[in-house]
Structures are given as C-alpha cells and as structure tokens.
Nanobody, 129 residues
Framework: DVQLVESGGGSVQAGGALRLSCEAS????????MGWVRQAPGKEREGIASFYMIGGDTHYADSVKGRFFISRDNAKSTVNLRISGAKPADTGMYYCAATLEPLYCQDYVREGTYRRLEVWGQGTQVTVS
C-alpha cells in the first residue's frame, strides 16, 4: 500500500506564492507518476500537474502553465508544487494523487484522467483572495 499526505495549503493574496508538498510512504517506489488534482468549488476535479517518477518528465494544465512548478525531493519521496502568481481561480482543494501506470502521466492533465488514479491524499485547501 501507498499513503500520500499533503501539506502546505492555506490562504494567499492574489499574485502571491504558496508551496504544497506531498509525501509518499509505504511502497512508494511502486508509483510511476505523482501529481496534483484540483477541485474548485462547484466544479469537477482536474489534473493540473504531474511528475514522472522515473524520467522526471512534467506536464501542466494550460490554466497553470508558467505559474505552477512541480518538483521531486528524491530523499523524501516527496513531490512539491510551487504556486506563483496565484489567482482567485486557483482556489480549491488540492489533492495529491498517484498511479502505478506510467502511461497515465502524460494524460494526467487531460479531462477525466483523474478517475484512473489509484492513490489519493486527503487534500489540502488553497484559498486565493
């Protein structure tokens, strides 16, 4: 089993920055892709960023490209999400989600792919005002 625990959410003013972290435990080495799925109030979940754990490839949703940066801390099996230039539209619950299937990493930010992800954290709230 793999467990994911997010941290770092909170409130930030528009234009500000925030850093989210997701630490994997258990059989973390089995995960081929880790990333972040966001759910804005009243909206469907959307994949916004992914990190391929073997090759380091990253993918971003158009809505966050150029403002969000996903990275990995190898020593801690942790994936981080740096939010900069925050917008009110970035408000929502941010979930760390992972998959055993490497093919899903490229599709991670495509509509609906989030339903295929096997492992989820509990989520952390981000509010931009």
């Amino acid at each position: 089993d793999v467990q994911l625990v997010e941290s770092g959410g909170g409130s930030v003013q528009a234009g500000g920055a925030l850093r989210l972290s997701c630490e994997a435990s258990g059989n973390a080495a089995s995960m081929r892709c880790m990333g972040w799925v966001r759910q804005a109030p009243g909206k469907e979940r959307e994949g916004i960023a992914s990190f391929y754990m073997i090759g380091g490839d990253t993918h971003y949703a158009d809505s966050v490209k150029g403002r969000f940066f996903i990275s990995r801390d190898n020593a801690k099996s942790t994936v981080n999400l740096r939010i900069s230039g925050a917008k009110p539209a970035d408000t929502g619950m941010y979930y760390c989600a992972a998959t055993l299937e490497p093919l899903y990493c490229q599709d991670y930010v495509r509509e609906g792919t989030y339903r295929r992800l096997e492992v989820w954290g509990q989520g952390t709230q981000v509010t931009v005002s």
